[in-house]
């Protein structure tokens, strides 16, 4: 019994030691997967952001940029990479190294996603893939490019009218097939307009078996839309957490809000 006794005692301490390390290298993770994301929302003399991000687990497989490329012109990108966990975290992290790296280089919407493409069939993992939408805004120009591979369909408020409507733009997921094209819309830009970019982490949200919808959220930023982004991307929020109250989430959640000035 004394043996039996010793055995187990150290395997208990065994089991311990090893889940003090598994959460401390997970907090390390998180650590790590936050300093991937912008410290900041930008802004410029022509426009404005906020970017909402919440993980359905300690490390989530969502992902969002931005690149300001200089002389009033800037990326977007919001990603989601199928799965959870540390696997997706990691793919996440290899998608937007490899989206930062072609927006930089000054590609379309339509060119830059049939790269990165090709670069996750190369160097992908079986299994894995993204969906992601990509907007180039050249504020001097006025106009935005949007492109996608799969993601939600963007949303646009047009302060004019006051209304919004979803950009109908899709593609294949990125890293599923060999030499896919995609397309992309080009949209005039106006002051006070607002574009949203989100993850179906948002619209698939769940309040019993009921999704919370794009209808809702275009609603909300109808309602809302002359808000500033910041404002207007919390007032969206709220209104998603409003309606799964306090159901635990079961995907990440990713919204980005870009505001015309």
């Not at 969002?64 to 992290?93: I, W």
């Not at 937007?96 to 992908?124: H, K």
């Not at 047009?158 to 080009?186: C, H, I, K, M, W």
């Not at 948002?202 to 019993?208: C, D, K, M």
Request: glycine share 12%; with cysteine; proline share 4%.
């Amino acid at each position: 019994q004394v043996a039996g006794a010793i055995v187990s005692a150290r395997l208990y301490d065994e089991i311990r030691r090893t889940e003090v390390r598994l959460n401390r290298e997970l907090r390390i993770a998180q650590d790590i997967q936050q300093a991937l994301f912008p410290e900041a929302s930008p802004a410029g003399a022509d426009w404005e952001a906020s970017a909402h991000f919440h993980p359905a687990r300690e490390l989530g497989g969502d992902l969002y940029d931005f690149y300001d490329m200089g002389h009033g012109r800037l990326g977007v990108a919001t990603g989601d990479v199928s799965g959870k966990g540390v696997p997706a975290a990691l793919y996440a992290a290899f998608v937007s190294g490899t989206v930062r790296r072609r927006a930089f280089e000054g590609r379309g919407p339509d060119d830059l996603l049939a790269r990165v493409n090709g670069t996750l069939r190369r160097r992908g993992i079986e299994g894995l893939f993204c969906t992601l939408a990509y907007a180039q805004f050249d504020f001097p120009d006025g106009r935005v490019r949007v492109g996608n591979s799969g993601l939600p369909y963007p949303l646009h408020y047009r302060a004019e009218t006051g209304q919004a409507e979803a950009l109908a733009v899709s593609g294949l997921p990125l890293g599923t097939f060999d030499n896919v094209d995609y397309d992309e819309v080009r949209i005039p830009l106006a002051s006070g307009d607002a574009f949203v970019f989100f993850s179906d982490g948002v619209t698939e949200a769940l309040r019993g078996h009921e999704e919370y919808g794009v209808k809702r959220l275009l609603r909300d930023l109808e309602e809302h839309g002359a808000l500033s982004a910041k404002e207007l991307g919390e007032k969206l929020m709220a209104g998603l957490q409003g309606f799964v109250g306090a159901a635990p989430a079961v995907d990440d959640v990713t919204l980005i809000v870009v505001k015309v000035l």
